[in-house]
């Protein structure tokens, strides 16, 4: 039996440090005694103590630990390491599979890109924006879709973290969301996990980061005047600029 979920779906519905333990856990062989069951999976994994674990094969977040944490009707690392266990078949895990996704972290640091690293990042943008593409169904490939727009996400956090702060980067990351945002309303794109949604609204917090750190970056904002977006994630940027 396969789990109807994936580890990037692992990935965004735990929150960071449970899906960093549960992937120590894993990764450790902590996982022990894993079944597959009639409707799910279950495990003993090893902690302080032993604890038996059990998780549905249509919802990981559904199931039980015998730990404190999974008691009280929370997910625990148990859980999460017994359904990645579940997705990776008891494969290792590769440093972009550990990897916590969807963090966009800002450089930090003032400076502008020179041409040449300017037109390379431009077209690594387009390259990964071409994994956020239009759903066309069956339902059968809804999780593979999802990857994808996960995987185009990823691979965005990835670029605009490693800019430098400066006008020149707040015109690349309006576009970007400029260019996000058609795909939403005009593009076919199924975003119904908020998966890009999620994205544009961390690339706004960084943007507002930007402002901060270099106020000139306030002026890339006025491009997003008058612009009749999906889900109105411009108006905390033109707050900036009234
Ligand atoms: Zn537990």
């Not at 022990?32 to 003993?44: C, I, K, N, P, W």
């Not at 059990?54 to 997910?75: I, L, M, Y």
């Not at 440093?95 to 077209?123: F, N, P």
């Amino acid at each position: 039996m396969l789990p109807a979920y994936d580890l990037d779906k692992l990935k965004y519905a735990t929150d960071g440090p449970t899906f960093e333990k549960a992937v120590g856990l894993y990764g450790s062989g902590k996982v022990t005694r894993f079944q597959e069951t009639l409707d799910g999976f279950s495990a003993v994994v090893l902690g302080s103590k032993p604890y038996s674990v059990f998780v549905e094969a249509r919802h990981f977040d559904r199931g039980s630990c015998d730990c404190f944490v999974g008691q009280h009707d929370t997910v625990c690392k148990h859980m999460v390491a017994v359904a990645i266990c579940a997705v990776m078949g008891g494969r290792p895990l590769g440093d972009e599979d550990k990897r916590v996704v969807g963090q966009v972290t800002c450089s930090g640091q003032l400076g502008e890109l020179s041409a040449e690293k300017l037109a390379a990042t431009k077209k690594a943008i387009t390259a990964a924006l071409g994994y956020i593409r239009p759903y066309r169904g069956p339902s059968r490939i809804w999780f593979g879709y999802q990857h994808s727009l996960s995987g185009g996400c990823n691979r965005l956090s990835a670029l605009v973290g490693e800019l430098p702060v400066s006008e020149q980067t707040a015109v690349l990351l309006v576009n970007l969301l400029l260019r996000l945002d058609r795909k939403l309303r005009e593009g076919g794109v199924d975003d119904s996990d908020g998966t890009v949604g999620g994205f544009m609204e961390q690339v706004v917090g960084m943007l507002k980061e930007y402002a901060r750190l270099d106020p000139a970056c306030t002026r890339a904002f006025h491009a997003l005047k008058n612009k009749d977006t999906s889900f109105g994630w411009e108006e905390s940027l033109l707050d900036l600029i009234k």
